[in-house]
């Protein structure tokens, strides 16, 4: 279990850090943007992610 999990974190890391290397701008540009939101659009974003993968988790096992 603990190795599913850390090959997991490790791909998250991974794909988290393709649009910072290959775009800074666009990255910045992205966070720009998250500062603008309010709370309950961040929070609202973060549901819907946990929600997708938890889909996505389901339909993989």
Do not use: N, T
């Amino acid at each position: 279990m603990w190795d599913g999990l850390l090959g997991a974190l490790a791909l998250m890391l991974v794909i988290e850090g393709l649009l910072p290397f290959f775009s800074p701008g666009s990255w910045r540009q992205m966070f720009e943007r998250v500062l603008r939101m309010s709370d309950g659009q961040i929070r609202f974003i973060g549901l819907a992610s946990m929600l997708l993968g938890l889909v996505l988790l389901s339909i993989w096992h």
